[in-house]
Nanobody, 122 residues
Framework: VQLVESGGDLVQAGGSLRLSCVASGFTFDDYAIGWFRQAPGKEREGVLGISRRDGSTCYYADSEKGRFTISSDNARNTVYLQMNSLKPEDTAVYYC???????????????WGQGTQVTVSS
């Protein structure tokens, strides 16, 4: 499985970005894709996940609720992370990850992309 993220950029606080994650090389459709981020000097943290099987989503932290949403275009094998009202503390490298099969939102992800940098200036 290969994952390619894109869409990271430098944006001012209050702005928006949409990240994309294109997945390839998988066989079955019972998987989940999650977005994670890692800021300098901090541990990696979960952002949002979405299940291909039933479209269910999971917020890994409450701080993104109301600002971030996740969606998918299954025909394009692409998952999007829409980020609105961005804050400087959202600055991080954002990674998408693939869990195959989808066993649970707290379980390990099997494959990871290379990441895309999001920088929010104040």
């Amino acid at each position: 499985v290969q994952l390619v993220e894109s869409g990271g950029d430098l944006v001012q606080a209050g702005g928006s970005l949409r990240l994309s994650c294109v997945a390839s090389g998988f066989t079955f459709d019972d998987y989940a894709i999650g977005w994670f981020r890692q800021a300098p000097g901090k541990e990696r943290e979960g952002v949002l996940g979405i299940s291909r099987r039933d479209g269910s989503t999971c917020y890994y932290a409450d701080s993104e609720k109301g600002r971030f949403t996740i969606s998918s275009d299954n025909a394009r094998n692409t998952v999007y992370l829409q980020m609105n009202s961005l804050k400087p503390e959202d600055t991080a490298v954002y990674y998408c990850a693939f869990q195959d099969p989808h066993t649970g939102w707290g379980d390990e992800y099997d494959y990871w992309g290379q990441g895309t940098q999001v920088t929010v200036s104040s």
